[in-house]
């Protein structure tokens, strides 16, 4: 077990995964597995489908990555900052980053005295451009 509960799964760092991680990295929010290998295909990258199904659920279970689920239960992935703090406001339509939810989360943890704390907060529902559509 790692420091914050996420198991240690032992595994290769491979060119294919260290390209999985870049494109995570320049996603602008969360993408299922699927998705993922079609934006790396369209950047050039030949990659298997399996190794892009894989290595994002590896660096999930191991917390090197966030991740989430869909309305449809689907796994979605994202590389957010490394700040040890997971907050996300996800519309069901498009995900978006909520530092609004970092800032309730600590000015609650302080309102009742707790300290060191290690929230992961995530509220699902549609943003105005996707309930429009």
Known sequence: MTANGARRVHHYETQ???????????????????????????????????????APHVYADTGRIDSTYDATGGRLFHLGPDTGRSHYLVCRGLPLDAAVARDWAAATAADNGFTDINPVIELTGMCPACSAS
């Open 16 to 54: 294919q995964r260290r390209a999985i991680l870049h494109a995570l990295a320049r996603a602008p929010g969360f993408l299922s597995a699927q998705a993922l290998h079609a934006h790396m295909h369209a950047a050039g990258h030949t990659i298997a489908l399996t190794t892009v199904y894989r």
